[in-house]
């Protein structure tokens, strides 16, 4: 079984319907990030949290919100979609304890798409 | 701030032929290096890593040498296979007192391999 899952993969909506994207991750990490992927703009975070009390917004993260319900689930929610939304969504995981770099651990992406 | 550049796609290439694929970056500090690999319909995958100067990192016969006085951290193998052909991202983690863990990275390079 994939350490790091995601519901759904695919998703079509419509503007102005709100949707949650889902994260579960069975490695045992604290540390969580959702990024998104465009084509030419590599991948760029949204949202981290290093634990459950823990949530604190990336470069992009206008537009979105996030729930830590445990340390094994983090939530990437858009309150009113909206096209340009449309995007390739990963959840990751790390784990720094005791380290000085961190290796990310992704899923397999969820295609979100904005009508 | 910090920012990874790499060379522009898509990578076309013949079975066996030497790849090359740049990166640089502009970072303060001494940050850690990746080489993440995304293969048609998955999540990235960690290819390999270096985290100080000089450093290599290897992997599935892939190489990249953490190079300071030149900013860069270049892809590179000696013969590509058919199997290669994905996405490539490179990135840093920024190090010191303000870690996030959080990765920065390039805008990806396709690598297509023909048999």
């Known amino acids: 079984d994939a350490d790091v899952t995601q519901t759904p993969r695919n998703r079509i909506t419509k503007t102005g319907k709100r949707i949650m994207l889902e994260c579960s991750q069975t490695k045992g990490h604290d540390r969580m990030y959702w990024y998104r992927q465009d084509p030419g703009l590599g991948l760029r975070l949204i949202y981290y949290?290093?634990?459950?009390?823990?949530?604190n917004k990336g470069e992009i993260s206008d537009g979105y919100s996030v729930s830590r319900q445990a340390q094994a689930k983090f939530s990437l929610s858009l309150e009113s979609a909206i096209p340009n939304q449309t995007a390739l969504y990963f959840c990751a995981t790390s784990d720094p304890v005791g380290t000085t770099t961190d290796t990310q651990y992704f899923g397999p992406g969820t295609r979100l798409t904005v009508l | 701030g910090d920012s990874v550049t790499q060379m522009e796609g898509p990578v076309t290439l013949s079975e066996e032929a030497f790849l090359t694929i740049n990166c640089t970056y502009t970072?303060?500090?001494?940050?850690?290096l990746f080489w993440y690999v995304q293969y048609p319909g998955e999540g990235l995958q960690l290819l390999l890593k270096a985290t100080k100067a000089d450093d290599k990192g290897s992997n599935k016969g892939f190489e990249a040498t953490y190079r300071k006085e030149t900013t860069s951290f270049h892809l590179e193998k000696g013969s590509v296979q058919v199997s290669d052909s994905a996405v490539y991202f490179c990135a840093l983690s920024p190090n010191g007192s303000g870690n996030t863990g959080k990765l920065i990275f390039g805008q990806g390079t396709t690598l297509q391999v023909k048999p």
């Open positions: 949290s290093f634990d459950v009390k823990d949530i």
């Open positions: 970072a303060t500090g001494y940050p850690s």
